[in-house]
């Protein structure tokens, strides 16, 4: 009994007093079974401590409560006298308090096993993400960077969103997409889109042909089945930000637009005039693909982000509204922004997100570029 006791003491630390509840209801039930009258039996009761513990408990602290429900049951015949403890009603009352006890270790048991599963696939689909959408650099040239990769599946953190950068002998291209679709068929094509991208980023003259490099493979592997989607297309948007000027180029393949943050005024949508459309779907083009530009000054953010950032809801199913919670930010570094950015995301959204979310903030340094490796 003593090593009962020192048992249930440690249990109550460390953020499980819940299980106080389940030993006081105990406590009480035994309490009013002795003193209520012979022909009331209040001990059926006792049923619910061990039941209400697999809440906060695993299956040591059920096996313990169910003990000291047994126990109890046994304490409150014998106080009752040799009659009722040793009567087949009493008798069957504790076999099933202890039938009802091992059937909840069990299942306590099992459900940590399925837990401890769950978090290997979770920490192995983590380390898979990594190896193909690997978070950007801290630094690529004169620009600090953060990314980060949000997940919707529970079981997962990969998905169908991707983002890449590349540093060239003249600046640092950069993509940011979604693949139409989920599972391993997204995962096969931002594996595949991100290789191209890093082999075409170095040797493509034009961001004009390095976007049509890759519009040209997605369609390829379509045709050629390499892909497990035969409608595969790709939402995404291209900068290529020079280290000698301040003015970046972008293309826009259907893709969200990104946002400028300066101390000095309001988040601003950098709008593409003339889109072009998903990657996959070149021969929709009416004209080649258009350039944009637009000047990212030593102190600005810019943020880029997939779809679901902004199409994040609430309760209420009211989306994100992104521009005006990210108004106050402008004075943080690209990874107090994100950390902030992911905070209030998950606030919005109650700690679930409808779909994958990828996020990639930078900022210019006034410092001169760092050379390419």
Known sequence: MPHLLERVLRLTQGGRAWVAVPIAWIVA??????????????????????????????????????????????????????????????????????????????????????SKELEQVRYIAAAAQRVVVPPLPDQLGSLRAASLYLASEDEAQIGGDLYGAVRTASGTRLIIGDVRGKGMSAVDEVASLLGAFRVAAHHAPSLRELVAYLDDNVRRRRKEGAGSNDEVFITATLLEVPDSTSQVQMISCGHPPPLILNPDSLPKTIEHPHPAPPLGLGELADSPYRITSFPLEPGDLLLMHTDGVTEARDTSGAFYPLTERIADWSNTNPEAFLRLLHCDLLLHSGGKLQDDAAMIVLERSAEPALDVA
């Open 29 to 114: 039930v035994s309490v009013f079974d002795v003193l209520a009258p012979p022909d009331i039996h209040l001990s059926p009761l006792l049923v619910a401590a061990p039941a209400i513990t697999p809440m906060f408990g695993g299956p040591w602290t059920v096996s313990v409560v169910a003990a000291m429900a047994v126990t109890a049951q046994t304490v409150n015949g014998a106080l009752r006298g040799p009659d009722d403890l040793f009567s087949a009603n009493h008798e069957a009352q504790i076999l099933a308090l202890v039938i009802v006890g091992a059937s909840l270790v069990i299942f306590c048991a099992l459900r940590e096993r399925h």
